[in-house]
T-cell receptor, first 114, second 112 residues
Framework: SQTIHQWPATLVQPVGSPLSLECTVE??????LYWYRQAAGRGLQLLFY??????ISSEVPQNLSASRPQDRQFILSSKKLLLSDSGFYLC?????????????FGQGTRLTVV | GESVGLHLPTLSVQEGDNSIINCAYS??????FIWYKQESGKGPQFIID?????DKRQGQRVTVLLNKTVKHLSLQIAATQPGDSAVYFC???????????FGQGTRLTINP
């Protein structure tokens, strides 16, 4: 069966420090991969999605970047965190194919920038 | 582009009653919709989905209705239980696109 791993679960980082959040998927090949951010009490904002290795689409201009060095690995990064980067970050995957299918989410990383 | 929103940010229902959560979308090219349930501190969990060639789909205690004419979908939860307390999100996908766009969510509270 497919599983998605996202870590760490919580993170407290000072302003100006770098960030690296990692997400890996098991049990599937060629998945679509996504990074979402969720502010407290709000909906999910799509940050990045990827349909293949090295292929990254950015949805909103921001202080973050994403990379996909391997088929089932998706990394969210920042060189210098801002206070506004605080939030709940969620990684997700969906199956590649001719028809849209549901996305499966990891358990999230709660990032607090202080 | 696509946007997906919700009519109400909160909904309170009595335990045992039916719950109806509504969602509107803007892009008539959207062809796939999903409802997710998110409990506090966790990632969203898939509940049920529906494609644009259908107007109704039923699962266990849940029904999704899609009205393409008015670009509206709803989630009905039968005999609401305390474990149904969560935030519910609708999400839509444009035909041929690889990304889901989420609404803002409705917090469902169950009164004993």
């Amino acid at each position: 069966s497919q599983t998605i791993h996202q870590w760490p679960a919580t993170l407290v980082q000072p302003v100006g420090s770098p960030l690296s959040l990692e997400c890996t998927v098991e049990g599937t090949s060629n998945p679509n991969l996504y990074w979402y951010r969720q502010a407290a009490g709000r909906g999910l904002q799509l940050l990045f999605y990827s349909v293949g290795i090295g292929q990254i689409s950015s949805e909103v201009p921001q202080n973050l970047s994403a990379s996909r060095p391997q088929d089932r690995q998706f990394i969210l990064s920042s060189k210098k965190l801002l206070l506004s980067d605080s939030g709940f970050y969620l990684c997700a995957w969906s199956a590649r194919g001719p028809y849209n299918t549901e996305a499966f989410f990891g358990q999230g990383t709660r990032l607090t920038v202080v | 582009g696509e946007s997906v929103g919700l009519h109400l940010p909160t909904l309170s229902v009595q335990e045992g009653d039916n719950s109806i959560i509504n969602c509107a979308y803007s892009n008539s090219a959207s062809d796939y919709f999903i409802w997710y349930k998110q409990e506090s501190g966790k990632g969203p969990q898939f509940i049920i989905d529906i494609r644009s060639n259908m107007d109704k789909r039923q699962g266990q205690r849940v029904t999704v209705l899609l009205n393409k004419t008015v670009k509206h979908l709803s989630l009905q939860i039968a005999a609401t239980q305390p474990g149904d307390s969560a935030v519910y999100f609708c999400a839509g996908n444009l035909q041929g696109a690889q990304k889901l766009v989420f609404g803002q969510g409705t917090r469902l509270t169950i009164n004993p």
